[in-house]
C-alpha cells in the first residue's frame, strides 16, 4: 500500500509541477507544488530532494509521452495525415509546447537520458511528418522545426483568469484550424522553415 501511494504522490507531484511551471515558470515556489498537490513538503523532497530533480523528472516524462503519443499515431493510424493530426492533438493535450521551453534552460544539456528520449521523439515526429508529405497530403515544405514552434505557440497559455477547460477548448479548437492549413494545394510556404538543428541553437550545430 505504502509503494502505490508513493506512486500516487509522485504523479500528482508530476502533474501539478509541470501545471504550474507552465503558467508561472521552473521558480514556482515547491511549498506552492506541494500544497496544490495536496501532498506536504516532506512528501515533495523524500521524491525530489531539489528543484533540479523535478525539473529532470518533468522533462522525462513529457518527453516520454511525446515519444509514445508518436509511436502509437504511426503504429495505430493507417492514414499518414490522421496519424500526424492524432500526435498533435496528444503532444497539445500534454502542453509539451509550453512545459518544455519553460525548464529548458534549467536542463543539462548533455543529459543522457534526456538525449535519449529527445532522439526517440524527434525521430518519431520526423516520420510523421515525412509520411505525410510522402503521400501528398501536407505541404512538401513544412518542416520540424515548423511544426515544433507551432505546437509552443498553440500550448502557450491564455492570460490569467481563464480554467483548464478554457484553455484547453481554445488549443484544440486552434489546432483543428493549424491541421487545415498543413494540407497540401494551397500554394507554397513563404520564407524556410527551421530545422531541428536551428531550434537547438548554434551551439548543437558544428562549427566545421
Known amino acids: 500500500m505504502a509503494r502505490a501511494d508513493g506512486r500516487r504522490n509522485r504523479a500528482a507531484l508530476l502533474a501539478v509541477a509541470a501545471e504550474l511551471i507552465a503558467e508561472q515558470g521552473p521558480e514556482v515556489p515547491l511549498d506552492e507544488i506541494a500544497r496544490a498537490a495536496g501532498v ?4 515533495l523532497y523524500r521524491h525530489f530532494p531539489y528543484r533540479g530533480a523535478l525539473l529532470h523528472a518533468i522533462a522525462v516524462q513529457v518527453i516520454g509521452q511525446t ?5 502509437r499515431a504511426l503504429a495505430e493510424e493507417p492514414d499518414s495525415y490522421q496519424a500526424l493530426a492524432r500526435y498533435l492533438r496528444e503532444a497539445v493535450r500534454v502542453r509539451a509546447g509550453w512545459v518544455m521551453p519553460a525548464i529548458a534552460a534549467a536542463l543539462d544539456r548533455d543529459d543522457a537520458e534526456l538525449a535519449a528520449l529527445r532522439a526517440r521523439s524527434a525521430g518519431a515526429i520526423a516520420t510523421l511528418i515525412g509520411n505525410a508529405q510522402r503521400d501528398g497530403a501536407i505541404h512538401p515544405d513544412v518542416t520540424f522545426g515548423d511544426v515544433s514552434l507551432l505546437l509552443i505557440r498553440l ?3 491564455l492570460p490569467p483568469g481563464q480554467d ?4 484547453d477548448a481554445s488549443a484544440q479548437r486552434h489546432l483543428a484550424i493549424l491541421l487545415a492549413g498543413l494540407r497540401a494545394g494551397a500554394g507554397p510556404l513563404p520564407g524556410t522553415g527551421l530545422t531541428l538543428a536551428d531550434l537547438r541553437g548554434p551551439a548543437a550545430r558544428p562549427t566545421g
Open 40 to 43: 506536504g513538503n516532506a512528501t
Open 67 to 71: 515519444a509514445e503519443a508518436a509511436e
Open 155 to 157: 500550448a502557450r497559455p
Open 164 to 167: 483548464r477547460a478554457v484553455q
